[in-house]
């Protein structure tokens, strides 16, 4: 493809000229350790690192085009183009090099605090049960056509994001449900895609702080740029949310909204919780307007999984599928680090959950106290290197939902495991529960399954789908799911 082909709507400031746009480029990178020659080099600054310092080791390797913002020093026969924004030139680069495949795919986009994995795996479901072939990027990694591809980021960087979804293509793919993050909007990693339908699930604060967004004010208006900038031709958003309207205001697309006490074009009936053996769910009729209903026994619990399932049941409604067939089909879904039972022990329920912070840890409490376990008890930690003010908040909210707690580590990194559950634990309630402290995850894991009484509910919150500890910089495979047998086999075995 030749550079003036890929440069169409880079802001450019200089360093450009026809002679340069009539070179033939063999691929894009942003990583030097992946330029080859007749790449293109795109520096782009990250949280850690500036891509402009690498710029002379992709030269090494043979690279001799490069896009920068900034002054970079080359050898006289490397060319580089200066653009107003290197990130925005990434992505619109890619998405010119991979044929623009967001025109060929349909792309579902599903932003908010909470709920956008279980939305999309919901919607990913229902439409490939269905015989609508659907492929999923978001926090759980990349999935379609049988095959799986982990990623670092909820929202990939922009280049492989086109690529995932010109890989799709190639597989026949018609839908793309992909996760999108605040920072994903915000770091422009989809510039330049279009959007068939954008869904929004609710707002608290998050992800603010230190190479995250400045304010809450900053995250918000970062979620809403997907509904107004980006201008999909449906929007689905949940009616019970305050921010709905905000969300709303700017955006010219269809609306459609959801809702569990009937303010919504989708809502909620007789909702009840069950448990069986280990299991826990909960049961519903659907509606859709005033006449059509159907009743769904949804194996994952939780009010606020019931209004997942509306977002998705909204999303797979426009995509053609009936709700006879949407019902039949949330009945069999089953997710990944999210409400996830372990079939371990017969006499107690364990139950894994990405929940990471304040406000997620207390809705999965809530919703598993709802079940009357003899005891609840949760495993849970926080990452290094964030906030004291989510440490705060789990701290509290534990103390004060559970009959016992276990603290240990979650993704500790460069920092001492001790100081993080510490800062948890001063932040106990002093009428909470109970609790122990022990920094080995799989330790704190073993102990609470060992520990485990009749009629307990045991939550393992924060980890959710990930299978590694991040340590000292490096991750280390950790698997949650395999602790937990383990532990019941050893009990099992009397050991």
Known sequence: MKLSDLMQKVNIVKGFSTELGDMEISSLCCDSRKAVPNSVFVCIKGAVSDGHDYAASAYERGCRIFVAEDEISLPHDASVIFAENTREALAEMSQKFFGDPSKEIKVIGITGTKGKTTTAHLIYHILNTNGIKAGYIGTNGVMFDGRFFETVNTTPESYDLAQYMRKMIDADVKYLVLEVSSQAVYLDRIKGMEFETCVFTNLSPDHIGKNEHPSFEHYRDSKARLFSEYSPKIAVYNADEDASEYMMKDCPSAKFSY??????????????????????????????????????????????????????????????????????????????????????????????????????????????????????????????????????????????????????????????????????AAAFPKDGCPFVKIASRREAVLYAVRNAEKGDIVLFAGKGHEDYQLVCGKREYFCERETIIEGAFGMLLGR
């Open 259 to 424: 809702s569990l006490v009937g303010n919504g074009h989708f809502s909620a009936d007789d909702i009840k919780y069950y448990r069986d053996g280990g299991s826990l769910g909960v049961r519903f009729t659907v509606k859709a307007g005033s006449e059509l209903t159907e009743k769904v026994d949804l194996p994952i619990p939780g009010d606020f999984n019931v209004s997942n399932a509306l977002a998705a049941t909204a999303v797979a409604i426009s995509a053609g599928v009936s709700l006879k067939d949407i019902a039949k089909a949330l009945s069999t879904v089953s997710l990944k680090g999210r409400f996830e039972v372990v079939d371990a022990l017969p006499y107690a329920t364990f139950i894994i959950d990405y929940a990471h912070n304040g406000i997620s840890l207390r809705s999965v409490l809530e919703t598993l106290r709802a079940y009357e376990p003899h005891r609840l008890v949760c495993v849970f930690g926080s990452v290094g290197g964030r906030t004291q003010m989510r440490r705060a908040e789990l701290g509290r909210v534990a103390g004060e939902l559970c009959d016992f707690c276990i603290i240990t580590s979650d993704n500790p990194d460069n920092e001492p495991p001790e100081q993080i559950m510490d800062d948890i």
